[in-house]
Nanobody, 114 residues
Framework: QVQLVESGGGLVQPGGSLRLSCRVSGSTFRIHSVGWYRQAPAKQRELVARISPTSTNYADSVKGRFTISRDNANNTVYLQMNSLKPEDTAVYLC?????????WGQGTQVTVSS
């Protein structure tokens, strides 16, 4: 069993930056990967970035602007978001794959607006 808690969302202007955090607790030693997803009104939930012990990957829409990383000592995965656009506005959710099952956090709101 794992638990995920996101933080770091908020309101920023276009071109600004935010860093989201996903604190993971529980059976962290069996987590295969952690991904950041986002969901906007009237849109399908989409994968933004994912990190595993061997690789990272990004959606084309955020590549070059977002960076996913992890701090193993603190069991935390980060999503650094730079050059934010209004189209990035969404609820961002953290997901862990543990024993081949998905575990989700509650989500944190990111709003990019003037």
């Amino acid at each position: 069993q794992v638990q995920l808690v996101e933080s770091g969302g908020g309101l920023v202007q276009p071109g600004g930056s935010l860093r989201l955090s996903c604190r993971v607790s529980g059976s962290t030693f069996r987590i295969h990967s952690v991904g950041w997803y986002r969901q906007a009104p009237a849109k399908q939930r989409e994968l933004v970035a994912r990190i595993s012990p061997t690789s990272t990957n990004y959606a084309d829409s955020v590549k070059g602007r977002f960076t996913i990383s992890r701090d193993n000592a603190n069991n935390t995965v980060y999503l650094q978001m730079n050059s934010l656009k209004p189209e990035d506005t969404a609820v961002y959710l953290c997901k862990a794959l543990w024993k081949w099952r998905d575990y989700w956090g509650q989500g944190t709101q990111v709003t990019v607006s003037s």
